[in-house]
């Protein structure tokens, strides 16, 4: 799990193509102060394994479902990512909850500049349009973001100073293609109004106060 809060951009050094996956490496430094052969980490919203470890980079095995469903394709050596680590059990959890299981591809239609900020429209599938509702959440690269507006076409967000910082979104153009990820809440809500059987994960998201009362009966 995820929280939407970029610790570090991050560099490709290397795409190398093999059978049935793409190898891909990454030039980083903060988050490889405790990351390990084995570990989860987000890599503009994907959630990846970490396969190999070295001084200053990582790499990590894109499986071709994920190549499918994802912007990672388009990514070229000398490309800027979004990083963070997984969520450490007891931490803060500054967005949202972010599980790292992209839903698909979302377009850049305008960038408007809102004193420090910038404002983004966008577009995505229309299939997913009915999870979205101003001042709900939505992923988008891995950065945990508020609708700021929701039409049928699209929806916009605002990008604020510090996101501008610490995210490569801001240096994304009209027509760029970024990954996003529908909030969880969202659809576990729209199963349960359309009946269903309970699942463990939603127990736990009820117990812990993320599901409202009346979405897990037992």
């Known amino acids: 799990m995820f929280t939407g809060i970029i610790e570090e951009v991050g560099v490709v050094s ?13 030039y980083a430094k903060k988050v490889l102060q405790d990351l390990r052969n084995g570990d989860s980490i987000s890599i503009n919203g994907i959630c990846l394994t970490v396969a190999d470890m070295g001084r200053n980079n990582f790499s990590v ?36 909850l972010i599980s790292g299981h992209i839903d698909g591809v979302a377009e850049i239609k305008g960038k408007i500049k809102r004193g420090d900020g910038i404002e983004m429209q966008m577009s995505l599938p229309s299939d997913f349009m009915r999870f979205l509702v ?4 939505i992923a988008l690269d891995g950065v945990s973001l508020t609708l700021q507006k929701v039409t049928d076409q699209g929806f916009s967000i605002m990008l604020i100073p510090q996101t501008i910082k610490t995210s490569v979104l801001a240096q994304k153009n009209i027509g760029s293609k970024v990954n996003f990820e529908i909030d969880m809440i969202s659809k576990y809500v729209e199963k349960q109004l359309g009946g269903g059987p309970v699942s463990d994960t939603e127990k736990v998201m009820f117990n812990s106060g993320f599901l409202p009362i009346g979405i897990v009966d037992n």
Do not use: C, Q, W
């Open 14 to 26: 290397s795409l190398i193509r093999r059978s049935s996956f793409l190898r891909l490496s990454i």
């Open 134 to 137: 101003p001042k709900g959440s």
């Open 61 to 96: 095995d894109v499986s071709e479902e994920t190549m499918r469903s994802s912007s990672i394709v388009l990514l070229k050596i000398g490309d800027r990512v979004n990083l963070e680590r997984a969520l450490l059990v007891g931490g803060r959890v500054g967005g949202h």
